[in-house]
């Protein structure tokens, strides 16, 4: 009489086993770290939509802004009481939501307390860039204007570089910007002017475009799906090399 005895083997090689066991640690710990991020991402565009729903509120007060935080403060909406300086306005080079390309108009905005501000008034095509093509919008004396504070643009590897004595700008930075107009007072964010219609229909405001990539649960999934993917190559190269499986047939006299 034959009898299949029910008892396993699994004598796994030492070489496979100790790099499998560290790739596995790399790899669910790669996708548990992207876990973690993703829960951060979540809160972090919470918040911004939160900031962004809030009403607008007065900007930080000028003995505040060499220790400001400034991505605490960004995205938030901020009422501004002041006048512009017209003739020292700046073009930051960008395309519209159709992908023509233009400028941004970006223009020293005095507070009443003398301090100024960048703002960001918004978009005009490339034909329109000169002040004296869209008069109307040249808002003169004391106005109020809401928008969005932004921390400074941080340059990118394939940014141009900006042409100061061209006046062209291919990223907004306060500093740069004032120094460039010889400005003092300037604070060290800007704001993007809200939707509120221009006379004349220029510059074209509402710009603020909240862009975060949020592809962390796509990578988690990578991670734990090739970690997965290694279990079960591992467990088939075993199998394969006969390190798994049951004991050969034993035969009993009855």
Do not use: C
Not at 97 to 111: A, C, H, R, S
């Amino acid at each position: 009489m034959t009898i299949l005895s029910e008892n396993r083997f699994f004598r796994p090689l030492v070489g496979p086993t100790i790099a499998t066991i560290v790739a596995l640690t790399i790899l669910v710990g790669l996708g548990s770290w992207q876990i973690e991020r993703l829960h951060w991402k979540l809160g972090l565009i919470a918040n911004i939509t939160h900031r962004m729903a809030a009403p607008p509120s007065a900007p930080p007060a000028e003995n505040t802004w060499s220790k400001l935080d400034l991505e605490a403060l960004e995205y938030h909406h901020l009422k501004l009481q002041g006048h512009f300086l017209n003739k020292d306005e700046l073009y930051y080079f960008t395309q519209n939501d159709d992908g023509e390309p233009g400028f941004d108009i970006i223009t020293p905005f005095v507070l009443d307390s003398g301090a100024i501000v960048l703002v960001d008034r918004g978009y005009v095509p490339q034909a329109d860039k000169l002040p004296d093509t869209r008069a109307e919008g040249q808002i003169e004396g004391e106005t109020t204007l809401t928008g969005v504070a932004r921390a400074p643009q941080s340059r990118g590897y394939f940014s141009a570089p900006d042409d100061v004595a061209k006046n062209m700008w291919f990223t907004r930075d306060p500093a740069k910007m004032g120094a460039a107009l010889k400005l003092s007072r300037v604070a060290p964010f800007y704001v993007e002017a809200d939707a509120t219609p221009n006379v004349g229909g220029l510059p074209v405001g509402g710009r603020t475009q909240v862009h975060i990539r949020n592809e962390h649960l796509q990578y988690a999934i990578t991670w734990y799906g090739l970690a997965l993917v290694l279990f079960v190559i591992y467990f088939v190269y075993h199998w394969n090399n006969g390190r798994i499986g049951r004991p050969a047939n034993e035969t009993k006299d009855s």
